[in-house]
């Protein structure tokens, strides 16, 4: 990836991230687990890893993501912008893993698939439930 989230996540973020997400139910999109420092992001119903986020330690015991990874392969996803890949990737980290409303995120994620779609009045609750699916912040 290009672009990758610039924010900065605690040591008691970075826990959480690191327990990772097995999903529930089959309304749930995405399963997460780390390893070595390296944020695995799968979609659930296909097993399909589609982000990888290598974190790295900041100063002060804070943590980044320092370089991401995204899936090429067309046939298992095919990339948006480099805006809205970064963005989802930091809302599935946001929403997921650390359990935030996320609202600003999400409306910039409703945005966006408006504007690729050519759908302005696209739900806005169709739209999250096809990226991040039922999560416990909705």
Not at 55 to 63: D, H, I, L, R, S
Not at 71 to 82: C, H, K
């Amino acid at each position: 990836m290009r672009v990758v989230p610039d924010r900065i996540f605690s040591g008691d973020e970075w826990a959480l991230i690191s327990a990772g997400h097995v999903p529930k139910g089959s309304g749930e999109k995405w399963n997460a687990y780390v390893e070595g420092g390296v944020l695995h992001l799968h979609r659930s119903q296909t097993g399909y890893e589609i982000y990888s986020a290598i974190f790295g330690p900041t100063e002060g015991g804070q943590w980044k993501i320092d370089r991401a990874l995204i899936e090429s392969d067309g046939s298992r996803y095919l990339p948006q912008t480099d805006e809205y890949d970064c963005l989802v990737l930091e809302l599935v980290i946001s929403s997921i893993l650390l359990k935030e409303s996320a609202d600003e995120l999400r409306s910039v994620l409703t945005r966006l698939t408006r504007e690729a779609a050519g759908v302005p009045d696209m739900p806005s609750g169709v739209v999250q439930y096809s990226i991040l699916g039922v999560s416990q912040s909705q």
